[in-house]
């Protein structure tokens, strides 16, 4: 099998930093990035629109015009194959008269899963799917929610705190503003922009009073996330709290119906059988919706909830450099925690980077997700 030359990985980047723009903003669909080179030069480039517009591929093609003729396309998933929202890829690719496509992504959607490859092949393109193992694992991470929901129906939950060098969450007043810097904390605008989703409990919204919106540096807001849950088994969310003063979707989960919410939010009664909300089948439902990805910005013992049950997939944690300190001030996770050493939960493929006086941690859980239809 061939592989792409070494200053190909140039235009790859690229082509990962175009699906990056679009990361997160487009789901049900996966973020794509693609470009079109001709002797070695960039003549088309475009990243996956929002559902009904066009796929990387297409935009890419569409802006190299006739300079696609004979040229190399670039794209960090496999083209797609057949005919739903959009027309295949593949066809477009084909009449362009592309000659070779960079791809090392299969798509696992049961649809596509190589048939894209396939049918470009058919038609004579060359197609490379072996490139650097840098661009590879790009490429994966990438679609990580989208391939993550299409193997469990679930989204993927990312459980994202601000804690101290002490690892506390606020302090015994409930006080947590701010633990971390401004630089950590455009991060977390930056996160949830990103999101489909952000839950919190009703601890944080009484406590914080947190609007859960992504917002810029005048505080304008971006329209993103696209839905703010907020788990209130009891259905006891004042009305005058600022996240109903933001526009944008609202889900209340309880465990009985809430009445007289306004328009913009929706109730969704899920009783785990114990007084709480089951948020096992909080998580499923959203699924079911294609949520894709979820960011949890919840206080401790919510935190515990979503852990204890196995519902948290990656971990984002902001330490700030402050000392609260105090046993009455909360930690990242309350709950009855585990007994013995031997038994925690191990985080894997850890990574740190440094926000200004911030440490950044990121880290993923595995575990085998339960149905519950
Ligand atoms: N540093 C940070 O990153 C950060 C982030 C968020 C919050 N905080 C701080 O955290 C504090 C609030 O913490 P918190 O733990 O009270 O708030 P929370 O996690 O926002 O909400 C907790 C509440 O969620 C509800 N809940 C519903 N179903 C649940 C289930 N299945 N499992 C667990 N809980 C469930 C429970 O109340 P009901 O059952 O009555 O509904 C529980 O009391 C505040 O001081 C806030 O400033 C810090």
């Not at 496509?101 to 092949?121: A, R």
């Not at 006080?175 to 009703?202: C, F, M, P, Q």
């Not at 899920?270 to 959203?286: A, H, I, R």
Request: some cysteine; charged content about 20%.
């Amino acid at each position: 099998m061939k592989s792409i030359k070494k200053n190909d990985v140039a235009f790859f980047n690229r082509a990962i930093d175009l699906a990056y723009k679009s990361s997160g903003l487009v789901s049900p669909r996966p973020s794509v990035g693609a470009l079109v080179t001709n002797e070695n030069i960039i003549v088309g480039e475009g990243a996956t629109e929002k559902r009904p517009g066009l796929h990387a591929e297409v935009i890419a093609i569409n802006n190299a015009g006739e300079k696609s003729l004979n040229g190399t396309l670039y794209c960090t998933l496999e083209p797609h194959s057949f005919h739903g929202v959009a027309p295949p890829c593949t066809e477009t690719i084909i009449k362009s008269g592309i000659s070779k496509v960079v791809c090392p992504i299969k798509d696992p959607h049961p649809k596509v899963n190589g048939i894209g490859f396939e049918q470009l092949k058919a038609a004579n393109i060359e197609v490379i799917t072996k490139v650097h193992s840098d661009v590879i694992e790009s490429c994966k991470e990438l679609i990580s929610p989208y391939v993550h929901h299409l193997n469990t129906g679930y989204p993927l939950v990312t459980l994202k705190t601000a804690m101290s060098i002490d690892g506390k969450t606020a302090t015994r007043l409930s006080d947590s503003k701010w633990i971390t810097t401004l630089e950590s904390r455009n991060k977390v605008h930056n996160l949830r922009y990103k999101a489909d989703a952000v839950i919190t409990g009703i601890g944080t919204i009484i406590s914080d009073n947190s609007r859960l919106t992504s917002r810029d540096h005048d505080d304008k807001y971006l329209g993103r996330p696209k839905l703010r849950i907020v788990v209130d088994s009891n259905g006891i969310i004042p009305a005058d709290r600022n996240i109903f003063k933001q526009p944008g979707q609202i889900v209340i989960a309880s465990v009985s119906k809430i009445n007289n919410l306004p328009s913009n939010v929706e109730n969704m009664v899920l009783p785990d059988g114990n007084g709480k909300v089951s948020l096992q089948k909080l998580l499923f439902e959203m699924g079911q919706r294609g949520i894709q990805n979820i960011l949890l910005e919840c206080g401790s013992k919510l935190n515990a909830g979503f852990i204890e049950n196995g519902l948290v997939d990656q971990i984002k944690i902001f330490i700030g450099g402050i000392i609260i300190g105090g046993s009455d001030s909360p930690g990242v996770i309350s709950g009855t925690g585990i007994d013995l050493i031997k038994n925690a939960i191990p985080i894997k493929d850890l990574s740190v980077l440094q926000n200004g006086n911030d440490i950044e941690i990121t880290g993923q859980i595995n575990h085998p997700y339960k149905c519950c239809n």
